[in-house]
């Protein structure tokens, strides 16, 4: 049991947290373990994806106050908690050339503007596991990629007590993974079920267009099917990003749960042994008064670093029309292979 645990989620945008590990949120809260979301920013810019509320004049007026309600919704349904990093949404930047992104926005801040804003939460909420976005950020989102880069500054920054000293007493969380998500062997396998059962995939299009960017490397496997349905009531609470009938909900419930019952996590970084075949985040850490001993320890040493040094050689990139989840998909509901499934901005 995770009772007394502390698991921080460090997110983009709000919805992210719906869309990505948010079956094992609701688990963990379910557990007796505390989850912080942290959104790094408002969402300001994202698009209105679902189309029964485009042209809302509510909406189209204040989209940032939406955008913070939905979040509240979607906290609720979860029950966790949340702050806001407070910095500004990139948008999604489309053309060719694409133009360059806006002044003040998030990926265009100072790194050490945004590390240090993310370590003052880590040591306020003292997590014992962080989770983010892997290097590419899931798909080339510059607040994605952002998200990445600051998460993983946090973590190594934030026990150390030379780094940003008036930013709270030194915590060091002892693990940061990487979200998993939509590897093409769950794709295929629910796809496989859906044509089993006499039932149209929504998937068939999407693998036959499969150009995977990244190949996730998943070394914890949460079971977390019963609260599948949580995570899709937290999605819709984010109802300017999400159609109810659209294409994330054509699959049952009873597949999913039967078919891919899990979430994959990839550990990035852990100051703890990292056993085969892992399926807790809080695996190896003890009690809580253990963790938290742990964590303020002046001798720890990195056990496992899972981090890519080198680039793979860059693929041939795809067009605009086939990024488009709308036609496609996306691999990125918690953030491997291609585009991004609740937002796109």
């Given at each position: 049991?995770?009772?007394?645990?502390?698991?921080?989620?460090?997110?983009?945008?709000?919805?992210?947290?719906?869309?990505?590990?948010?079956?094992?949120?609701?688990?963990?809260?379910?557990?007796?373990?505390?989850?912080?979301?942290?959104?790094?920013?408002?969402?300001?810019?994202?698009?209105?994806?679902?189309?029964?509320?485009?042209?809302?004049?509510?909406?189209?007026?204040?989209?940032?106050?939406?955008?913070?309600?939905?979040?509240?919704?979607?906290?609720?349904?979860?029950?966790?908690?949340?702050?806001?990093?407070?910095?500004?949404?990139?948008?999604?930047?489309?053309?060719?050339?694409?133009?360059?992104?806006?002044?003040?926005?998030?990926?265009?801040?100072?790194?050490?503007?945004?590390?240090?804003a993310l370590v003052r939460v880590i040591r306020a909420w003292r997590p014992h596991v962080m989770t983010t976005y892997d290097e590419k950020g899931g798909y080339p989102h510059p607040d994605h990629i952002m998200c990445h880069t600051v998460s993983m500054a946090a973590f190594e920054a934030a026990g150390d007590p030379s780094r940003y000293p008036h930013a709270g007493e030194p915590w060091q969380p002892l693990k940061i993974y990487y979200n998993g998500g939509w590897s093409k062997p769950r794709l295929e396998a629910i796809h496989d079920a859906m044509l089993a059962e006499g039932l149209e995939s929504p998937y068939a299009e999407w693998l036959a267009n499969w150009k995977p960017r990244r190949s996730g490397r998943p070394t914890t496997t949460i079971a977390c099917a019963d609260h599948f349905e949580t995570r899709d009531r937290a999605l819709l609470a984010h109802a300017t990003q999400v159609d109810p009938d659209g294409f994330w909900f054509q699959v049952p419930l009873e597949v999913q749960r039967r078919v891919w019952g899990v979430e994959e996590f990839e550990a990035a970084v852990t100051y703890v042994p990292l056993a085969e075949g892992e399926d807790d985040l809080f695996a190896g850490l003890g009690s809580p008064e253990e963790a938290d001993a742990l964590a303020t320890s002046t001798d720890l040493r990195i056990v496992h670093d899972g981090r890519i040094t080198e680039e793979p050689e860059p693929e041939e990139p795809e067009s605009e029309e086939a990024q488009r989840p709308e036609q496609h998909g996306d691999s990125s509901d918690t953030h491997v292979d291609e585009d991004d499934t609740a937002a796109r901005r």
């Open positions: 049991m995770a009772e007394g645990m502390r698991l921080m989620a460090v997110h983009a945008h709000p919805d992210d947290e719906s869309s990505k590990g948010a079956a094992t949120t609701a688990k963990y809260v379910a557990e007796g373990a505390s989850v912080m979301v942290v959104s790094c920013t408002g969402g300001e810019r994202g698009d209105i994806l679902n189309e029964k509320l485009k042209g809302d004049p509510h909406i189209l007026r204040d989209i940032a106050q939406v955008r913070r309600d939905e979040m509240k919704a979607a906290q609720d349904v979860l029950g966790c908690e949340h702050t806001w990093l407070g910095f500004v949404d990139s948008g999604l930047p489309e053309g060719d050339p694409l133009p360059p992104l806006p002044d003040g926005c998030f990926a265009l801040e100072d790194i050490d503007v945004t590390t240090e």
